[in-house]
C-alpha cells in the first residue's frame, strides 16, 4: 500500500478540513437547519406567549377552580386524577410542614390543625406550568407531545402510546394517565376554549380573581400588569424549565 | 470494486430504500411541519366540547337577579361559581317556558351550609383580605359549627340560604 495514503499530511488535513467545513456551510445557508433556528430566535417572540399568574394572597382555598377543570374537561372525577389542584400548607409553630389536598380540594378544604399550633397557613393552586422548555415534551418517544407557538403544552391524544416517561418528567407532577383512553392527559389551558376567545375555566371561575391569564407579549395585558405590580416566582426556578406560572407571594416551602 | 464490495451495496441500498417506503407510509402526513409532532393535534385539541360559559349569557335572561347580585358583596362572583357549568342552559333553556324545564339543563341551586362552607368556613389560611382598586373587602368567615348550629331535636338543619339570599348576602 501506499504510505501517502495512510499518513495524512498536515497540508493535506487543512485542504480537507476547509472544504469540508466550507461544503458544511453552504449547505446550511441553502436549506437552514430548523434547530439552528430554534436557537437563533427565542421562542414565543412573535405572536402570542401565554403567561399564567397566581395569587396566593388572594387564594380562599374554595377548591372552585379544580371542581371547574374535571366538568370542563372530562377528568375524571377520582380523587387522584387531577390537571389542576389546591393544596393547603400549614407550617406549625414547631417549623414543620403539613401539606394536604384532600381530593384535590374539589370538595373544599377543612382546617386539620388548631389555630394555637399554626405558624402560617396558605393556599396554593397548582396546575402545568406550561414551561417553555419542558422537560415533560423533551423525554416523549414518539413526538406526542410539543409546545405550540403561544407556548402551550399539549398532548396528541391519538399519537401517545402510554409508556409514562412524561409523567416521570414533569417536575411538578402535573400529568397523570387518563384511566380510560390509556394516554397521557394534562392541563392544556383549555385550548379548545381559547380558539373562542374565552379564558380557561379555572379563570373564569375564580371568585376572587386570584387566577390571571394573558398574554406575555402584549404590554397592556392583564398578566403583565400583574408581574409589574407584584413580587413573583416560579416554582423550583433551579430547574431551568422556563415556566410561565407565576406566584405572587411564594413561600419557599411550596414545591 | 472488488465484487464483495459491490453486493454489500447493493444490500444496502436495498435497505434504503425500503426504509424511505416505510417511513412515507407509516409517518402521518402533517407530522414534522411545525416541530417533533403531528401538526393536526393543535387542530384536534381544539375539537373537545365546552361546558363553562361566561357570566355575560346568564344576565342575558335573568336580568332581576343582576340587578340584585350588584349591589351586594357577590358582585364580582360569576354564576357559574356557585350553578356550575351552564353552557348548555345558557343555550337551550330559552326554548322552554318556565316550570317545563328538563331536568339535563337545570342547573345546580346549591345553599346548605357546606355549600357555603366551601368559601366562609372559618380556615387559618382563608382570613385574607383582598385589594381592589376601590374598596377593601373580605371574605367573611363563619364558624359553621358555632354560627346558629342545626336544631337537633327538630332534625331539621338549618340553611344558609334561609337567612341569608345569596345574591345579596
Known sequence: MNEDSTQLSRRNFFKAGTVLASGVAIASALTPYDGLLFAAEAPGAKGKWYGIGID?????????CANACKQENNVPSDPFYF????????????????????NGGVDGFKQSVPDAEIYKSFFVPKMCNHCAKSPCTQVCPVGATFETEEGIVLVDENYCIGCRYCVQACPYGCRYIHPEKGTADK???CFHRL????????????PTEARIFGDLNDPGSKINYFLKNHTCMVVKPHLNTGSKLFYNAL???VR | MPQHIKRLLGVFAIFIVLFLVMRQVLKPSSFGKLGHFRADAIYENTLKPMHYTVADSCTKCHRTIRTEKDKGFHKNLKCEVCHGPGLKHSLFAGQFKVGELPDSLKLNKPGERKDCGVCHQKNAARIKILFDTINTTMVR?????EHNPPDLKANEPANCIDCHNPHQP
Open chain 2, 141 to 145: 368567615q363563619i364558624d359553621l359549627a
Open chain 1, 187 to 189: 392541563c392544556t389551558l
Open chain 1, 56 to 64: 396566593i394572597t388572594k387564594c380562599i382555598g374554595c377548591g372552585k
Open chain 1, 83 to 102: 390537571r389542576s389542584w389546591v393544596e393547603q400548607y400549614t407550617i406549625k409553630n414547631d417549623g414543620s410542614i403539613l401539606v394536604e389536598s384532600p
Open chain 1, 251 to 253: 413561600s419557599p416551602e
Open chain 1, 195 to 206: 380558539k373562542h376567545g374565552l379564558q380557561p375555566a379555572c379563570f373564569e371561575i375564580c
